[in-house]
Nanobody
């Protein structure tokens, strides 16, 4: 049974940092690209970042480039999203997905990130 479980969300102040984790079971992530998406209330899903199966290539949306870092630990079957210099507009529910951006086939339930002073 495939499970994708995100954690690490919460309340952060503008300029602060959070690190999201995505723990996967039911498949070995080393064989797949993994991606992060977010959705704010009333807005469409936005693909924030993707990382190749071996970690050698990444994609970042322009809205997060230079502030977010996608990484993976294949030995732990875990993917991370380090978010720095957070802005109020980063407030959203963040999802981890198996696959490359919108070409995903599994997605977790998400973790809420709220950026506010």
């Amino acid at each position: 049974q495939v499970q994708v479980v995100e954690s690490g969300g919460g309340l952060a102040q503008p300029g602060g940092s959070l690190r999201l984790s995505c723990v996967v079971s039911g498949f070995t992530i080393s064989r797949y690209a993994m991606s992060w998406a977010r959705q704010a209330p009333g807005k469409e899903l936005e693909w924030v970042s993707g990382i190749y199966s071996d970690g050698t290539g990444t994609y970042y949306a322009e809205t997060v480039k230079g502030r977010f870092t996608n990484s993976r630990d294949n030995a732990k079957n875990t993917v991370y999203l380090q978010m720095n210099s957070l802005k109020p507009e980063d407030t959203a529910r963040y999802y981890c997905a198996k696959g490359w951006l919108d070409q995903y086939d599994y997605r977790g339930q998400g973790t809420q990130v709220t950026v506010s002073s």
